[in-house]
């Protein structure tokens, strides 16, 4: 009988980043797949949802049935019906969270230190950075989806949820949040208020694929440098 073991050829390839020192797109993707693989093996999807929503992106051009997609739609679009009185910049970091990326970040050291994995790309800040910038740039336009109709029971309850806020805070449920995507505008001029990066798009009232609303911001780091380990 063959055995499959995943973590030893992800381990290798991890360490490679640190035998010459080079950190970039196509070995970025590679580390996130054998990621994903070693999450099957071993059936940790569950206990760390927000690696498998990445990886799972990472392998497809749109999202729909992953469970962590619509957790995320939902508190995206609780931000519309909650209470007047935050700030622009309090919404727009609120939805960069809903985003996970710190979360993802934590995820992935616990996960390869609990397989004996280097995990310096993502407890030193210039390490993560270039990584989780190949990541999104390998994200970007690809859009994760609240399926219309819900394929379960789970999907159900939460499209439930977020209509019946809706109605209770006194706003249109067929405006809700439909879909989000990530766009690279690294390349763009600045321009005050919208300097070059990355930028979260979020669809309402979506319709057809011409018809909708569209809100747009930069997708904001929500972690500082005292957060890492020094270079």
Known sequence: MIKYEPVAPLRD????FFIDDLVHSDRVIDVMRRTRLVLEHKG???RYPTISLYCDWLQHTEIDRNPSVWSLIEKIDGIFTSVPGGTVEEDMATISGAFSLTPLRHELIALYKAETINTSLFTVLSNWRQFILH?????AQRPL????????KAAREVLERIVA?????????DHRVTSVFISDRR?????PGRPPGFYFHIRMRETSETIYAELNGPLLNGES????EAD
């Open 13 to 16: 390839r991890v360490d490679q």
């Open 44 to 46: 940790l999807k569950g």
């Open 135 to 139: 990541v999104l740039a390998d994200l």
């Open 145 to 152: 989806r609240f399926p219309n109709p819900p394929p379960s």
């Open 165 to 173: 806020r809706r109605i209770s805070r006194g706003k249109n449920p």
């Open 187 to 191: 390349s763009e001029e600045s321009v």
């Open 225 to 228: 440098r005292a957060d890492f």
